[in-house]
């Protein structure tokens, strides 16, 4: 099965920007969707960002300055996150999803804190 490592998260002030990567241990060149999604303390996970084939959603929070990408030749996907806010900072965990009946598989997800 394959295996999803993020990095890019680190310690940023207000306004600054960050680049997460989610590194694949396989191809992601088949996969039917990928995502990122966010938990800061005390609170639920959250969707950020996700896309499909068909289109891609952001959450309303963080509409015009953070960008899902990916990278078929790195087996790699990214969350360009730009004017980050203190309201940012959370655990960020991406996502792919092989099947549309299987189970989704996550990383194990990176700090974001974003002081003020």
């Known amino acids: 099965q394959v295996q999803l490592v993020e990095s890019g998260g680190g310690l940023v002030q207000a306004g600054e920007s960050l680049r997460l990567s989610c590194a694949a241990s396989?191809?992601?060149?088949?996969?039917?969707?990928m995502g990122w999604y966010r938990q800061a303390p005390g609170k639920q996970r959250e969707l950020v960002a996700s896309?499909?084939?068909?289109?891609?959603n952001y959450a309303d929070s963080v509409k015009g300055r953070f960008t899902i990408s990916r990278d078929n030749a790195k087996n790699t996907i990214y969350l360009q996150m730009n004017s980050l806010e203190p309201e940012d900072t959370a655990v960020y965990f991406c996502?792919?999803?092989?099947?549309?009946?299987?189970?989704?598989?996550w990383g194990q997800g990176t700090q974001v804190t974003v002081s003020s």
């Open positions: 996502n792919v999803r092989f099947t549309w009946s299987g189970s989704a598989i």
């Open positions: 396989g191809s992601i060149v088949n996969i039917v969707a």
């Open positions: 896309a499909t084939v068909m289109r891609t």
